[in-house]
């Protein structure tokens, strides 16, 4: 029987997908295996989220401090990322998934960037879920670039318009809600430079698990941990529950 109140699905479930390198040694394997193997935990959770109901599924791909890895790994990770974005746009076409991306996508390899302009442009019109990878991100270089846009962009700026609504509306996430629920895999317990403005109050769910392990259980077991917190903004207790 399914353990999860269907009444209080995370509108918005982001995921740091971590722990593909750690699997692929344990099973003997190179780097970019765990990485090719990562994708179908990505299927899966997909597959899961759009079955809930979850509106927005955020995957965390590959952050800015990822140039730093060895370049034979980022040359791996970009034909992958090409590879299955071009593999599953079909897919994503006809259940209903729009995609977007958060992060600098010019800074990507030019195939990269216009096979997620493609994918993109192909299913902007879909409803059912919006699917948000997070390529070339670092949330500190999206809050310094919203500053500067604020300047460039806003008319008349005063400081008193400066706000965390104004702030917001020009973040990589503009019209997309913050996350209710944030999960990463592989037992680390930081945010590495992920969504950091979006996640101010966020739950937090760490899974012990590698990325390319995850699965549907553990998706549902994640929202089940979300759904027996108590999100108290600030309040307390007596006032989210009043005893009437
Ligand atoms: C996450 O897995 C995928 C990316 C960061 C691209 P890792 O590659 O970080 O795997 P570990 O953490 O080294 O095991
Ligand atoms: C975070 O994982 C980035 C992604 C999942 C894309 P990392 O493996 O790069 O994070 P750190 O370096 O261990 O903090
Ligand atoms: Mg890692």
């Known amino acids: 029987m399914l353990s999860l109140d269907l009444l ?7 995921v740091i997908m971590d722990g593909n390198g750690r699997w692929a040694k344990s099973q003997g394997k190179d780097r970019l295996f765990g990485h090719a193997a990562g994708v ?35 040359d791996g990770l970009m034909d992958l990322l090409i590879d299955a974005i071009t593999s599953e746009l079909d897919s ?20 990269c960037r216009k096979g997620m302009e493609n994918a993109i442009e192909k299913t902007k019109e879909n409803k059912g879920i919006t699917l ?5 991100y670092s949330a500190r270089i999206e809050i310094t670039k919203a500053v500067q846009s604020i300047l460039l962009n806003e008319k008349n700026i005063s400081i008193e318009s400066i706000t965390p609504e104004l702030i917001s509306k020009h973040l990589f996430t503009k019209n997309i809600p913050d996350p209710e629920l ?33 699965r549907r259980e553990h998706f549902i077991a994640a929202i089940e941990d979300y759904q027996n917190r108590e999100r108290r903004f600030g309040k307390i207790s007596e006032q989210i529950h009043p005893i009437i």
């Open 8 to 14: 209080k699905i995370p509108n918005h479930i982001a």
């Open 40 to 74: 179908e935990a990505v299927r899966d959770t997909l597959k899961a989220a759009k079955e809930f109901g979850v509106k927005y599924l955020t995957l965390y791909a590959f952050s800015t401090e990822n140039w730093s890895r060895p370049q034979a790994e980022i």
């Open 92 to 111: 994503l076409e006809n259940n209903g998934v729009r995609l977007l991306t958060i992060g600098d996508i010019n800074g990507l390899p030019e195939n």
């Open 132 to 136: 948000i990878l997070a390529l070339n």
């Open 182 to 214: 944030l999960i990463r895999t592989s037992g680390e317990n930081r945010v590495s430079n992920f969504m950091l403005w979006q996640i101010a109050y966020t739950e937090l769910h760490f899974a012990r698990i590698y990325w390319p392990e995850f």
